[in-house]
């Protein structure tokens, strides 16, 4: 998952960086109200903690905009503690949940992965298909029961297939979703990754669907692949997506 932290000060906003990217996730970020306003518009961010006091543009105003431009991903706001009313501005503005500051960073990672499984309309913090089971809280997979290895990008793209199981997810979602400004499009990296899971795993809940992306099926059977076969062949001739230029990410 690929998120976004719009925060000013510069400490607080590394603390949150450094805790979201240990927690496995993609994280890019800004100092300011204007950059965090361009990135949120023009990258596909599966959420964003946004601090609501930022220089240049206030965070109600870019909550506002987003949402005025159809930017629909989760939105967990950070507030004073005594500033009741902007909590309630945040929330009428289109913020999904907010966080009261100083907080506790487990606090923030706990709201984060509620906001993404709300998201995916997934209820508890463990994500089933078929034999195999991951749970996003302890960062963990399993087959049948068994502790399944496996490493940082691995666990990513696992996590990420199966938070949108029942769908076929292109090769260039995942790269959007998972990857920053800097990864080789032209690579086969992903392809790489798909095949060490299957391996890893030993159950094939991983689909290639032939010029479409990946899916897994919610019950981790292939009754899904014949319907995104059909979606395929229904499709006119042209109409793949191209991957837009990045926008620059901030160090």
Not at 14 to 34: F, N, T
Not at 92 to 100: E, I, L, N, T
Not at 177 to 191: A, G, K, M, P, V
């Amino acid at each position: 998952m690929r998120l976004l932290v719009v925060e000013d000060d510069v400490d607080l906003n590394r603390q949150i960086v450094r805790a979201l990217s240990d927690a496995g996730y993609v994280v890019d970020r800004a100092l300011d109200g204007e950059e965090g306003a361009f990135l949120g518009e023009t990258e596909p961010y599966d959420a964003v903690v946004l601090d609501l006091g930022l220089p240049k543009k206030d965070g109600i105003t870019i909550i506002n905009e987003w949402r005025k431009a159809g930017r629909t991903m989760p939105i967990l706001i950070l507030t004073a503690r005594d500033r009741w009313s902007d909590k309630v501005k945040g929330f009428d503005a289109g913020a999904d949940d907010y966080v009261a500051k100083p907080f506790h960073m487990e606090e923030v990672l706990a709201r984060i992965r509620a906001l993404l499984r709300r998201a995916t309309g997934h209820a508890t913090s463990e994500l089933v298909c078929g034999p195999v089971q991951l749970d996003t809280r302890a960062s963990r997979v399993s087959v049948d029961g068994n502790h399944v290895k496996l490493t940082s990008h691995e666990y990513r793209l696992l996590a990420y297939l199966m938070h949108h199981a029942g769908r076929v997810v292109s090769r260039s979602e995942i790269v959007d979703h998972l990857y920053d400004q800097d990864f080789d499009r032209d690579s086969n990296t992903i392809e790489v990754f798909v095949g060490r899971l299957r391996r890893k795993l030993g159950v094939d809940i991983i689909q290639t669907m032939r010029g479409l992306g990946y899916l897994v099926t919610a019950d981790g059977t292939t009754e899904g692949k014949a319907k995104a076969s059909e979606a395929k062949s229904a499709e006119p001739k042209g109409t793949e997506s191209k991957a837009e230029p990045r926008a620059s990410r901030q160090t």
